[in-house]
């Protein structure tokens, strides 16, 4: 069974930048691939960005990308989201999720495993 341990997140400013860490039990399948979702208090889950495990290729949510990176560090078997400039709509717990198989990546559906969650709270 596969775990992921999120870390970072907490309080900030908003037009502040955090990096939220996902640490991953095992090495992911080659056709893995890796995402970042966050749930606002009585939202739905929403796609932040995903990160192909082997070929590093990214994805980003609506309104993220500019602002918001994923990374990966095969060695350390770990997934990285910095999130610049924050704002207040950015308050949510953030979730790390790993998919066995590239099939897709923004839809939560799609994903196996999930992290207990980050919190991050934005305050204007």
């Known amino acids: 069974q596969v775990q992921l341990v999120e870390s970072g997140g907490g309080l900030v400013q908003a037009g502040a930048s955090v990096t939220l860490s996902c640490a991953v039990s095992e090495r992911p399948p080659t056709s893995a691939t890796m995402g970042w979702f966050r749930q606002g208090a009585g939202d739905e889950r929403e796609f932040v960005a995903a990160i192909r495990w082997i070929s590093g290729n990214t994805y980003y949510g609506d309104s993220m990308e500019g602002r918001f990176t994923i990374s990966r560090d095969n060695a350390k078997n770990k997934v990285y989201l910095q999130m610049n400039n924050l704002k207040a709509e950015g308050t949510a717990i953030y979730y790390c999720?790993?998919?066995?198989?590239?099939?897709?990546?923004?839809?939560?559906?799609?994903?196996?495993?999930w992290g207990q969650g980050a919190q991050v709270a934005v305050s204007s």
């Open positions: 999720a790993a998919e066995r198989d590239a099939v897709g990546y923004r839809s939560p559906e799609f994903y196996d495993y």
